[in-house]
């Protein structure tokens, strides 16, 4: 399979040249992150070196996914390729792709790929592929739309947007609503965002949909308050407890399940079967038989999110493990790197040293240094600090640093080392929350003299 090339081109916005490693084929039988990346808009995704300028790059594309079976091609017409030449590229892709598959496997479908006018009517094939029809699509992009209108909208025409189009404004339609928001105060764009806060607290409270997520919301809050009330060590039996005297509220069980996921274990559904083998009627029975069906269902959907984000991570692996150019590729997945992926990342590279694969662990150190290159680079100052005094090879380099160092120190430092100091402890890091707490009391001490 062809892998990404460099290509030279010229940025949309300054005009200024620069590298970029372009992709043509993607394959979500070989690189599970493909279509991922093709959803989400990170497909020949580049930032201009020299201007910041962000965005998609326009070059042919070949999808391929051998579970569905599906192929689909897409060669921008703003190209302007002739036809013959259209034709030879398309068959160069497929070829590839047939290529890359094993002997004995399905290449039918790959000689008739559909094809796509433009890159999100590849995504709606892809979508399609899935079973999201293009009903559903045409009404998510209606809500889309109005979001969009409405943050523009003045008052009395806003009033008219909401009035004329009352079939889109459900439960889905609140949750794109509050994205939308934060979307726009995140990007600084606080009157957006404002307006958009403002139409959603309208709707919550003149729409069936409104009424509903209010009472979710509640219920929601509720058991956040019951559970806390506990306190931190909150017995299994005292939890249990809670789960029976919500069992006839759906938000408030999922809650409790997702807040206490540890504790919804054996134990827990051995407690709950014995009190419905000691339930005096059969209406408390049936009761309790349906909290323990839905928790088993919850139980088994948190397992399966649990393995998927594994599986997520160790894609995003093996993705970067194939990348020509990683430090692009970290780049270009950061929303992808997170605990977990670092997790298994550790683990693999600590399995290839244990096995003597020299090329492997020099590849896996590679990306870790990338990655926690960018992470020290993004992070604030404070944390900065906290990660270099952990880095030195002593207590006494990382005292010493400190001292050096002391102009740094802030009550904002103070805070963060104290919360870290917590966290070590919590999750049994004795050693390093001794050492980071040594720190704490030293930079404390400093920042009084």
């Known amino acids: 399979m062809a892998k990404p090339m460099p290509t030279t081109i010229s940025c949309p916005a300054c005009r200024q040249q620069f590298n970029a490693f372009l992709e043509r084929i993607l394959d979500a039988g070989r690189d599970p992150t493909a279509k991922e990346r093709l959803l989400s808009g990170r497909v020949n995704l580049i930032t201009c070196p020299h201007c910041g300028y962000q965005g998609v790059i326009a070059t042919p594309l070949f999808y391929h996914d051998p579970s569905k079976p599906l192929a689909i091609v897409y060669v921008p017409m703003e190209l302007g390729l002739p036809q013959a030449e259209r034709e030879k590229l398309i068959g160069d892709m497929t070829n590839a792709v047939m290529r890359s598959l094993p002997e004995d496997a399905s290449k039918g479908y790959l000689l008739q790929p559909k094809s796509a006018l433009t890159l999100q009517g590849m995504v709606e094939l892809v979508l399609e592929a899935d079973g999201i029809t293009q009903e559903v699509l045409q009404a ?14 003045g008052e009395k025409e806003r009033a008219q947007l909401l009035a004329e189009n009352q079939d889109l404004l459900d439960m889905d339609f609140l949750d794109l609503l509050t994205i939308a928001a934060q979307s726009a105060s995140q990007s600084g764009d606080s009157r957006t965002a404002l307006r958009l806060l403002n139409v959603r607290s309208h709707l919550m409270e003149t729409t069936e ?23 931190e060590n909150v017995s299994r039996e005292a939890f249990v407890d809670l789960l ?6 759906p938000t408030k069980i999922n809650t409790l399940a997702t807040l206490a996921r540890p504790l919804l274990d054996y134990s827990t559904f051995q407690m709950i079967t014995e009190r419905i083998e000691q339930a005096q009627t059969s209406e408390e029975k049936q009761q309790l038989i349906s909290l323990r069906e ?10 399966r999110q649990s393995r998927a984000l594994i599986q997520r991570a160790t894609d995003t692996l093996r993705m970067l493990l194939q990348a020509s150019d ?19 990342l550790q683990a693999n590279l600590e399995e290839a040293r244990r096995v003597g694969n020299v090329e492997a662990s020099s590849r896996l150190r590679q990306i870790r ?17 906290v990660n270099d ?39 049994k890091n004795d050693e390093m929350a001794k050492r980071l707490e040594t720190l704490k ?9």
Not at 369 to 385: F, G, K, T, W, Y
Not at 441 to 449: H, P, R
């Open 140 to 153: 998510q992009r209606r809500k889309v739309d109005l979001i969009d209108q409405l943050a523009q909208a």
């Open 209 to 231: 949909a409104g009424q509903q997520r209010k009472a979710q919301e509640a219920a929601a809050a509720e058991a956040i308050q019951e559970l806390r009330a506990l306190g």
């Open 244 to 249: 029976v005297r919500a069992s006839d509220n």
């Open 294 to 303: 839905r928790l088993l269902e919850l139980a088994a959907e948190f397992e």
């Open 326 to 344: 990683i430090q692009g590729a970290i780049r270009a997945n950061i929303d992808r790197i997170d605990e977990l992926f670092l997790q298994v």
């Open 369 to 385: 240094d990338e990655v926690m290159n960018l992470i020290q680079s993004a992070a604030p100052p404070e944390v900065r600090l």
């Open 389 to 427: 005094l952990l880095s030195a090879g002593s207590e006494a380099e990382s005292l010493k640093m400190l001292q050096e160092r002391r102009s740094e120190i802030t009550p904002q430092l103070l805070e963060i080392m104290g919360d870290l100091v917590e966290q070590l402890y919590r999750t």
């Open 441 to 449: 009391n030293k930079a404390s001490a400093l920042a009084q003299s």
